[in-house]
């Protein structure tokens, strides 16, 4: 298929983490030696591909776990931010990190999707590492899981950030009715957009981005359309990853997760996110024009409602 440009989702096989969260379903193993060295030549190859790619590349790094307190990560966002080619780069973390690899970088590239734990870093701590990035001038996003007992600390960050950093909550999905309606309007408060993740889109049989614009990526070079579908496009390290690009229809039962449901046409996110779609960091015109808001909730509730119930 014809590509000018491709996202590329890349999951190695780096699996621990600094922070210990309850609601964590990984990141609770120590690597040894040998799997810190596995995980380094995985990223290395990565990063060489991905340099060597003829058309546009914009990459999310999606752990298992805390990478960028990992030099081995900072030095591989750093490469990558100076190839010409790559537009966009973004990162899940915890931001424990040291921060000061960013002044290497082409920061201009770079967004972080920063998550705060309140059970496991002060606020006032996580807070000065978001004073540090605006110093920088680096782009990111700060998030909190909406676990009942983190509202009162996602309402004290919404307050303290500064107006322009997008706070998204990520719905705590333990079941139907975990929030009662005044939770729903305390947290999209907050957040203007968290009842677009508080669903489960039934997705089968819509066209979805993943497998065409976006692929997921594992550390030897398996390529899926998402993280959440298993079945192999391909392996990119074997065969040129256009021939594994197609359209191609949901064949999972439902999405709920930001980083798959973004890339449904009928949902239009990239006229939310624009360029901050890999690293959840909205268009700042989003807040201010008319409409664009209101027009995507309508969008979600309205693929929510035509799918319900399939
Ligand atoms: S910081 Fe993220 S990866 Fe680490 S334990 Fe918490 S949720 Fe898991
Ligand atoms: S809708 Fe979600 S599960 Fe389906 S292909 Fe897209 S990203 Fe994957």
Redesign the pocket.
Known sequence: MEVSHLSVIYRGPLSSCNYACPYCPFAKHTETAAEHAADAAALERFVSWAEAQPFDLSVLFTPWGEALVRPRYQAALTRLSHAPHIRQLAIQTNLSGSLAWLSHAERSKIGLWATYHPNEVKRERFLAKCAELDTLGVHYSVGVVGKKSHFSEIETLRATLPPEIYLWVNAFKVGEGYYSPTDLARLSAADPLFEVNTRR?R?RG?A?G??ESVISVDGDGTAR??H??ERPLGNIYAQDVRELLRP?L???SS?ECHI??V??PELGAADIYGEGLLARIPDSGVWAESGRLEAYLARAQQLHASTAGR
Do not use: D, M, N, V
Request: aromatic residues 16%.
């Open positions: 889109y997705t819509h979805c993943a497998g359309r998402c959440f579908i191609r949901c064949s999972r999405c798959g449901y890339h449904l």
